[in-house]
């Protein structure tokens, strides 16, 4: 079965970066999108950051444009957001997600926290 599993979370202060990887297992040609989501105290999740596996479009939230970095390392099944010029409202839990193009949502990890203060 597929398996999501993030980690790189952690405290930071403003203007720091943090790494986060996502290792995939069992993903098929039908997951053809992976992302990360991000959820806040109080606040619906929301997608950061997605790449389509196949081609290497992304999309990006405006609020990380030019910020955070998706990359991907087939050899390695993992999924990577580099995330540079942290500010406090990137707070949250971080989801790694998998699925179908463009909502990505048929998978999910167990999520990341990341705290910028």
Not at 70 to 88: A, C, E, G, R
Request: proline fraction near 3%.
């Amino acid at each position: 079965h597929v398996q999501l599993v993030e980690s790189g979370g952690d405290e930071v202060q403003p203007g720091g970066s943090l790494r986060l990887s996502c290792v995939a297992s069992a993903l098929t040609y039908k997951s053809d999108c992976m992302g990360w989501f991000r959820q806040a105290p109080g606040k619906e999740r929301g997608a950061v950051a997605v790449i389509w596996r196949g081609g290497g479009s992304t999309y990006y939230h405006d609020s990380v444009q030019g910020r955070f970095t998706l990359s991907q390392d087939d050899s390695k099944n993992t999924l990577y957001l580099q995330m540079n010029s942290l500010k406090p409202e990137d707070t949250a839990m971080y989801y790694c997600a998998a699925g179908r193009c463009p909502d990505t949502n048929d998978y999910w990890g167990q999520g990341t926290q990341v705290t910028v203060s």
